[in-house]
């Protein structure tokens, strides 16, 4: 989460949700009617959980809300 000069937590919180939903999906912005934190993920068994900790969140959409998975280019260990 990155912070957000001027802005309190839930603020923060969301600009930074938002940006992370965007990065990975495409749904249109009426279609979202409710952010819900619904906890934490802590995992401490790797060097990545050890420092980073996780919002589990869900997302309530408009019924018949579409959403798309945006393509990402996956860099094969064997191509390099």
Not at 40 to 51: A, F, K, P, Q, Y
Not at 65 to 75: P, S
Request: charged share 35%.
């Amino acid at each position: 989460m990155n912070f957000i000069e001027g802005k309190n937590f839930a603020e923060i919180k969301k600009e930074n949700t938002d940006r992370e939903l965007d990065e990975e999906l495409s749904i249109q912005e009426e279609d979202k009617l409710e952010m819900k934190t619904l906890g934490l993920i802590n995992d401490d068994d790797n060097s990545v959980g050890r420092v980073h900790i996780g919002l589990l969140s869900a997302l309530e959409l408009s019924p018949g809300a579409h959403v798309e998975v945006k393509k990402k280019q996956i860099k094969s260990q064997e191509n390099g």
